[in-house]
């Protein structure tokens, strides 16, 4: 049994031995056939055999695999077991039936291990291997060599990512990082008097509005329920769109409006990090450190107060930039932030401070 599968195109082959490599240095065992197969083995049965019995299928989508019935096939038989991670090498759509499925941008990836798309790759694999090992009981060091895989992706998943020394989160109750804004009158329809919404409580801290919003009572935010793109008391008319993180903030940085309200913006990242939940009764503090541990859901976000959160294509972008070509998100796979390509596609959901 191999740990990865990796389903690529022939032609690509040189280009993915970095690829090979930086994922062989984490101990994780990697099934491809140029170096799998060894002469006189049946190789359709042998790599039946070990994709039927990998962990994990990283598929790598490119200008020609695209087009390859193998790989195709690969990738439908790790989607049908809930075990498929695609990248892509080059700047092509996936194939029909395979873009509901974010694909990680390797397209500028530089071959390192430690660049931010390589981490975030890891950190899905991880989930995928890992979800069961026992977290580190401390944050790693700030800076640190490659360690074996399950050091270095239990810090991946469980300190805000490598970059844990970015993510110290914001304190739900009147964190001063946190962007503060003056309240925006609610908005009387034309003619009318305000009419009263009835409310619910849904959890501890979470009101539902019933208009599509949702207030934070530990950190006086309001959330829209949805992601941008959905709608719908339960968020289930259109889907949940995708944007570069440019057109995102072009869009939505300020000013928006929604139920009444013209204040909605993008979230700070310590703000989306305060959406981050653990199903398994694993405190948000310490998920911010630790992860979510093992055996929980994914998305890892109230879906009872956030309904139809995608469990695929789990990246939220907040209003942080990085540099010039990064700008800082948060994964609800485990709850990290790090920071992304500004050129992949990633969600919204917006925010407002509140009354």
Known sequence: MHDIFLSYSSQDRERLQPLFQALAQQS????????????????????????????????????????????????????????????????????????????????????????????????????????????????????????????????????????????????????????????????????????????????????????????????????????????GVDCSTGEAAKYKWDDAMSEFESGVSFADYSDWRMPTKDELRTLVYCSNGIPQSTAWYKTCGHNYQIPTIDLQVFPNTPAFGLLHWSSKAKDASYAWGVNFYDGNDLWFDRYDGNHVRLVRSGQ
């Open 28 to 231: 994780w065992s990697v099934f491809w056939d140029h170096q799998s197969i060894h002469t006189g083995e049946n190789w359709h049965r042998k790599i039946d055999q070990a994709i039927r019995e990998s962990r994990c299928v990283v598929v790598v989508w490119s200008k020609g695999s695209v087009d390859s019935e193998w790989v195709l096939e690969e990738a439908s038989n790790g989607k049908s077991r809930n075990v498929l991670l695609p990248i892509k090498i080059d700047d092509i759509e996936p194939p029909f039936g395979f873009a509901m499925r974010q694909a990680g941008n390797f397209t500028r990836w530089n071959g390192k291990s430690d660049s931010p798309v390589f981490i975030e790759l890891a950190a899905q694999i991880y989930g995928l291997l890992g979800r069961g090992s026992q977290p580190l009981s401390s944050p790693p060091p700030k800076k640190f060599p490659w360690l074996p895989s399950l050091f270095l992706f239990a810090a991946v998943l469980g300190c805000g990512g490598y970059y844990w020394k970015y993510s110290v989160g914001a304190s739900l109750a009147g964190d001063s990082s946190m962007q503060q804004g003056k309240p925006v009158k609610k908005e009387s329809l034309a003619g009318q008097a305000p009419t009263a919404i009835p409310q619910t409580v849904a959890s501890s801290h979470y009101i539902i509005h019933n208009d599509g919003t949702v207030t934070d009572t530990k950190s006086g935010l309001m959330w829209k329920q949805c992601i941008e793109g959905q709608s």
